[in-house]
């Protein structure tokens, strides 16, 4: 085998292992989702036995602020970050949504 | 409303800015400029008290957007917004140096796509355009060759490492068509299907919006909005020319249009003189007017072979005529403020 050829595959192989690093990371980022809806499901029903309004824009306007914080930090581009969060609130909020229409057809 | 924050703005005064926004519901947009950052607010504005976002630290100015489009108003960015097209080195729209796109108005095979581009290129062109959906007139001419045109183009793009511009006419063809090319085109007839604009603004490629052939300059700029407000922000505009009484041309390029909307938005405005005419000796003097009134660039057809080409062969010019365009244009553009691709000398020109 040439070096050329070695070298060659030895690339592959470390695409291989970088592209299954990421599939597993995708995995556990969607578990996380997961677990976010969960939970935000949870702060529905406490917001509700409490008689608060379920929509809460200060606090999703915190969080998301909290996010592009972290973001700059870590060296990401920011806005995008910030629009991941805006997506994932309103993934939060439809959830929450749900909740309530289940309890009240319950 | 536009909050103008004070020069040397904090990003901790940016963020706070920003939870005092959202927090009332409404959505920021953030443009940094050299010199000052410009967060825009989107959103029901009754919400939003003048007096309170005075007094919160970093802002300088609150200013009311009287205009009916925001994220495209001049007002909401900093700066001119300069478009990147194509992985890589790409080219970019709206920078000093004019973007000019060239090619057929239908891809029709691989040689003639081949061929044009390669002379589109050694004249100077940044770009390749070609149809692959065709909108016709009648239906029961030539339609294109859809997604073999499509594929045609991402080889030639290999091969030239050109850029490429097509057109989307179907909402449900928006990711095939991005999948392939560099630029999406929306075409005049569809410049208000707000569906199809709805889609491109949830790509993550430019956007060449045309404008209708009887919208005003405002339906244009709310076209762009409709693609903004979904997250693409990258909107190329291009005036093509209106529908008008005179029948001597096939439309009426407004040039008028070409300042006003540089004064209007931040967006790239290109002008299409191939379709404005509808005639190939009209493409160089609306070409060079375009560029004179401060047009970002040109999309311009050219064919190997105009008189067989299978639509709008009456308005492409031939790949020597396109040079000769390209050389007579320089002087435009350097009255104009603007500079022009390097050329190889004589390139593409028989000896």
């Not at chain 1, 192989?13 to 597993?24: P, S």
Request: aromatic residues 4%; proline residues 5%.
């Amino acid at each position: 085998m040439s070096a050329g050829r070695e070298a060659e595959t030895a690339a592959f192989a470390e695409l291989e292992r970088l592209r299954t690093a990421i599939e597993e990371l995708d995995r556990r980022l969607v578990e996380l989702i997961a677990e976010r809806v969960r939970l935000a499901r949870e702060v529905g029903v406490a917001k509700r036995a409490g008689g608060r309004p379920t929509l809460d824009p200060s606090r999703e306007a915190a969080v998301v602020r909290r996010a592009g914080a972290l973001a700059r930090e870590a060296g990401l581009a920011e806005e995008d970050v910030r629009d991941i969060f805006w997506h994932l609130i309103g993934l939060s909020r439809r959830a929450q949504a749900q909740g309530a229409r289940d309890e009240r057809d319950a | 409303m536009i909050i103008v924050t004070r020069p040397g703005v904090t990003d901790a005064e940016l963020d706070r800015i920003r939870e005092h926004v959202e927090g009332l519901g409404l959505r920021t947009h953030l443009s940094r400029g050299e010199r000052r950052t410009i967060i825009g607010c989107i959103g029901d504005e009754s919400l939003l008290e003048e007096a309170a976002l005075r007094i919160l630290p970093g802002v300088e100015q609150v200013l009311p957007v009287l205009k009916p489009y925001k994220l495209a108003s001049r007002e909401f960015s900093a700066g001119p917004t300069v478009i990147r097209v194509g992985d890589g080195a790409g080219t970019r729209v709206g920078a000093r140096e004019l973007a000019v796109v060239a090619g057929p108005c239908s891809v029709e095979n691989r040689e003639m796509l081949r061929e044009t581009a390669r002379a589109v290129q050694a004249a100077g062109a940044g770009m390749l355009r070609g149809g692959a959906f065709k909108p016709r007139t009648s239906p029961y001419v030539f339609q294109g060759l859809k997604e073999e045109g499509l594929r045609l183009l991402r080889e030639v793009r290999a091969e030239t490492g050109l850029p490429t511009v097509s057109e989307v006419m179907d909402p449900r063809h928006v990711d095939l068509v991005a999948e392939h090319v560099d630029v999406l085109q929306v075409g005049a007839r569809n410049m208000q299907n707000f569906t199809l604009l709805s889609e491109l603004g949830r790509v993550q490629r430019p956007v060449l919006l045309k404008r209708g052939l009887s919208a005003t300059i405002k339906e244009l700029l709310m076209a762009a909005e409709y693609i903004m407000s979904q997250g693409n922000r990258d909107v190329i505009l291009c005036e093509r020319g209106i529908r008008t009484y005179e029948t001597a041309t096939r439309n009426t390029l407004d040039v008028a249009a070409i300042p006003v909307l540089k004064a209007e938005t931040h967006l790239p405005v290109l002008v299409d003189p191939s379709h404005a005419g509808g005639r190939a000796d009209l493409v160089a003097p609306l070409a060079f007017a375009a560029v004179a009134a401060g047009a970002d660039g040109l999309i311009v057809e050219v064919h190997p072979c105009p008189e067989q080409a299978l639509s709008d062969g009456d308005q492409s010019l031939t790949p020597a005529a396109f040079a000769e365009l390209m050389r007579r244009l320089r002087p435009f553009a350097e009255a104009a403020g603007r500079t022009m691709a390097e050329v190889a000398a004589l390139a593409g020109v028989a000896a």
